[in-house]
C-alpha cells in the first residue's frame, strides 16, 4: 500500500475535503457556541470515529492470522516486483494467513490475486483519498475508511507480520511506524520483511552507517526487520512468528483455567 502515490496517480478528483482533511484543519473563523459545554464540530467527528473503529474490530474479529503486504500503488502489472508480490500472496494464503493490502493498485492488487490464486482470505482496507482510488478486483472482504489512522490500527491488530514492498512515502510511513511500535515494545514477535534487497540496500546502508553510527538508533535495532528477495524466507518469518503467538497464548490459556501456573 502506498497511499500518497495513490492520490498522485491517475484518478479523478474526489468532491471537497476528505475527512481526514477536515480533521487537521483549523476553522477559518472562532467558532461561537452559545456556552462553554456546547460541543464543537470535532466533538462529534468523535463518534464518526468511533463507528469507524467499531466496524473494523466487527468485521475483521474473526479473520484468520493475518499478513499485510504494503507496497507502491503504481506499481504496473509488467514489473518484476508484481509477479513476487504475487507468489509471495499465493504462498501466505496456501501457508493459511489471511493477505491484507490497501486494497488499491499496484502491490497492493498483485497481494490481493495471490491471496486468492492461494485459495486464501483477501481483504482491502482501503482509504478516502483527493483522488479516488477503487478497490481492486481481487477482494474478497472489503472495508472503506476515512481515517488513516483508524485504518492503520486494523493493519496492525489483525497481522502477525508486515511485508513491505518497494513504495514511496506511503508505504515508508506504514514500514516505520511498526519499526516504532516493535522498537517501543508496544508489539511483540510481530516480523517485518523488507522484499527487494536492491531498492531497499541503500536506506538499509544509511540507517547502519549515519543513523546507527551517530548512536539516533541502536545498532541492534536493525535486527528488527529481515531484507530477502526470497517469497519462501517471507512464508518461513511470519510463520515462525504466528506458532510463537499460539505458543503464548495457549500457556496464557492454560494459565486462566487452572492448568498453568496461577
Known amino acids: 500500500m502506498d497511499d500518497v502515490e495513490g492520490a498522485r496517480g491517475p484518478g479523478t478528483r474526489a468532491t471537497g475535503a476528505t475527512e481526514d482533511e477536515r480533521l487537521f484543519s483549523l476553522p477559518s473563523a472562532p467558532v461561537e457556541a452559545p456556552s462553554e459545554s456546547a460541543p464543537t464540530p470535532d466533538t462529534w467527528r468523535v463518534l464518526r470515529i468511533l ?34 508480490a504475487t507468489e509471495t500472496a499465493r504462498l501466505l494464503a496456501r501457508a493459511g494467513f489471511a493477505v491484507i493490502t490497501g486494497g488499491g493498485p499496484g502491490i497492493m492488487e498483485a497481494a490481493n490475486k495471490g491471496a486468492q490464486e492461494g485459495g486464501g482470505l483477501s481483504v482491502g482496507l482501503n482509504i478516502e483519498l483527493p483522488f479516488e482510488q477503487g478497490t481492486n478486483a481481487y477482494v474478497d472482504t472489503a472495508m472503506h475508511f476515512r481515517y488513516f489512522f ?55 546502508s544509511w540507517l547502519r552507517e549515519t543513523a546507527a553510527a551517530e548512536r539516533k538508533i541502536n545498532l541492534d535495532d536493525l535486527d528488527i526487520f529481515t531484507l530477502t528477495d526470497d517469497p519462501a524466507e517471507v512464508v518461513a518469518c511470519v510463520t515462525r512468528a504466528r506458532e510463537t503467538l499460539r505458543a503464548i497464548a495457549d500457556k496464557n490459556h492454560q494459565a486462566r483455567t487452572g492448568h498453568g501456573l496461577w
Open 51 to 84: 463507528g469507524e473503529f467499531v466496524e473494523g474490530f466487527d468485521t475483521l474479529a474473526r479473520l484468520p492470522p493475518g499478513v499485510t503486504v504494503f507496497g507502491s500503488a503504481r506499481t504496473e502489472r509488467g514489473d518484476p516486483y508484481y509477479a513476487v
Open 150 to 204: 483508524v485504518r492503520k490500527t486494523m493493519f496492525v491488530k489483525y497481522s502477525v507480520g508486515f511485508i513491505v514492498f518497494p513504495g514511496g512515502f506511503g508505504t515508508l510511513d506504514e514500514m516505520f511506524e511498526s519499526l516504532t511500535l516493535i522498537q517501543t515494545q508496544k508489539i511483540k514477535h510481530f516480523p517485518v520483511v523488507l522484499v527487494g534487497t536492491a531498492y531497499w540496500r541503500g536506506l538499509v
